[in-house]
């Protein structure tokens, strides 16, 4: 009996010695695989990152300029940044991971969406692949490859934190669809790529909250895709127009019910410039602004994501209420100043 259950306990000693040796073996598997996945994309990925300086208008060519990161889309010198990287730039810079330099020209630039393409004349340059950031799963593995405070080719990664956040860009207009990370940005990283385990690029690193630790933001590339043709053809992103100023108000509940209103929000609309389309539709100030083409609106947000080229020309039934009573008028967009 005593020899029994001596070897029972011997037993159990080798097993749980053996368990031990497996779980390190695997956190090692696990490490390995982990460390493989941000080594091979960044073997990949990091000859197509570069280096943006930038020389502001009025800044003497002295002074040191500001610089930002950017990532090669095409062989033939097209490379994709933040549209904050480089506005209002007199001259910019390119520098590849080679240390080879270029000048760069800016093909385009959407403020709306912090987008920007420039060019450089260099042939047979490594480009990056794209992804699709509507793919993206919390929790999913990301790495950021850029050049915070000018140290060049640097690697941070980290996870999605969320998808389907909203960040609004300079001009005041809401960019949808941001990926929120915990990888590591810093000044100087705005315009890099954010990559997958696969080395598709799925959102360009634009923006950190100072104040917060482990909270940075990507523009996706999904985005990218839609204006980086923009870019090419006009230098621009073509949205329609319309010509009034407004703000999201709560309405009254009782006329919410007797209209039969979707919402309890509506645009009061502050102001309407002269010779717009607004103001040739007879919209006027103190309107509120409840639907458009039957799509209900509830904030200045609303109507700008229905304002795309495609509605510029087109007639729109703008549902508002004026008075207590509903109406309806009919503006057809012009292009965006």
Same mark, same amino acid.
């Given at each position: 009996?005593?020899?029994?259950?001596?070897?029972?306990?011997?037993?159990?000693?080798?097993?749980?010695?053996?368990?031990?040796?497996?779980?390190?073996?695997?956190?090692?598997?696990?490490?390995?695989?982990?460390s493989?996945?941000?080594v091979?994309?960044v073997?990949?990925?990091g000859?197509?990152?570069?280096?943006?300086?930038?020389q502001?208008?009025g800044?003497?060519?002295a002074?040191?300029?500001?610089?930002?990161?950017?990532?090669?889309?095409?062989?033939?010198?097209y490379?994709?940044?933040?549209?904050?990287?480089?506005?209002?730039?007199?001259?910019?810079?390119?520098?590849?991971?080679?240390?080879?330099?270029?000048a760069?020209?800016?093909?385009?630039?959407?403020?709306?969406?912090?987008?920007?393409?420039?060019?450089?004349?260099?042939?047979?340059?490594?480009?990056?692949?794209?992804?699709?950031?509507?793919?993206?799963?919390v929790?999913?593995?990301?790495?950021?490859?850029?050049?915070?405070f000018?140290?060049?080719?640097?690697?941070?990664?980290?996870?999605?934190? !969320?998808? *389907? %956040?909203? /960040? &609004?860009?300079?001009?005041? =207009?809401?960019?949808?669809?941001?990926?929120?990370?915990? #990888?590591?940005?810093?000044?100087g990283?705005?315009?890099?790529?954010?990559?997958?385990?696969?080395?598709?690029v799925?959102?360009?690193?634009?923006?950190?909250?100072?104040?917060?630790?482990?909270?940075?933001f990507?523009v996706?590339i999904?985005?990218?895709?839609?204006?980086?043709p923009?870019?090419?053809?006009?230098?621009?992103?073509?949205?329609?127009?319309?010509?009034?100023?407004?703000?999201?108000r709560?309405?009254?509940?009782?006329?919410?019910?007797?209209?039969?209103?979707?919402?309890e929000?509506?645009?009061?609309?502050?102001?309407?410039?002269?010779?717009?389309?607004?103001?040739?539709?007879g919209?006027r100030?103190?309107?509120?602004?409840?639907?458009?083409?039957?799509?209900?609106?509830?904030?200045?947000?609303?109507?700008?994501?229905?304002?795309?080229?495609? !509605?510029? *020309? %087109?007639? /729109? &039934?703008?549902?508002?209420? =004026?008075?207590?009573?509903?109406?309806?008028?009919q503006? #057809?967009?012009?292009?965006?100043?």
């Amino acid at each position: 009996m005593d020899h029994i259950l001596e070897v029972v306990a011997d037993s159990r000693g080798v097993a749980a010695q053996g368990d031990a040796e497996r779980s390190a073996f695997d956190d090692q598997e696990l490490l390995d695989a982990y460390s493989h996945a941000v080594v091979s994309v960044v073997d990949h990925v990091g000859p197509s990152v570069v280096s943006i300086r930038t020389q502001a208008r009025g800044q003497p060519q002295a002074r040191p300029g500001a610089a930002g990161s950017g990532f090669v889309i095409s062989s033939d010198g097209y490379v994709l940044t933040n549209s904050h990287v480089v506005h209002e730039a007199r001259s910019l810079e390119v520098s590849l991971t080679d240390g080879r330099r270029f000048a760069a020209t800016l093909v385009g630039e959407d403020p709306g969406t912090d987008l920007a393409l420039v060019q450089i004349d260099a042939p047979a340059l490594p480009a990056v692949r794209l992804g699709q950031s509507a793919r993206l799963r919390v929790g999913q593995l990301v790495i950021a490859i850029g050049n915070p405070f000018e140290f060049q080719s640097t690697v941070s990664a980290g996870v999605v934190s !969320a998808t *389907g %956040r909203s /960040l &609004r860009s300079t001009t005041g =207009r809401l960019i949808d669809g941001i990926i929120q990370t915990d #990888v590591a940005l810093n000044p100087g990283n705005s315009g890099g790529p954010l990559v997958d385990s696969r080395g598709r690029v799925v959102g360009i690193n634009t923006a950190v909250f100072a104040m917060a630790q482990g909270i940075s933001f990507a523009v996706p590339i999904d985005t990218a895709t839609i204006v980086i043709p923009q870019l090419l053809a006009h230098g621009r992103v073509v949205r329609g127009y319309l010509g009034f100023g407004g703000q999201s108000r709560p309405l009254d509940r009782r006329m919410v019910r007797a209209l039969g209103l979707a919402h309890e929000r509506a645009i009061e609309i502050t102001g309407v410039e002269p010779g717009t389309p607004a103001a040739g539709a007879g919209l006027r100030e103190g309107d509120h602004v409840v639907a458009i083409d039957e799509r209900p609106v509830q904030t200045v947000d609303d109507v700008h994501r229905l304002l795309g080229a495609d !509605a510029i *020309g %087109r007639p /729109l &039934r703008i549902g508002i209420v =004026r008075g207590g009573r509903p109406l309806e008028v009919q503006v #057809v967009p012009a292009e965006g100043r």
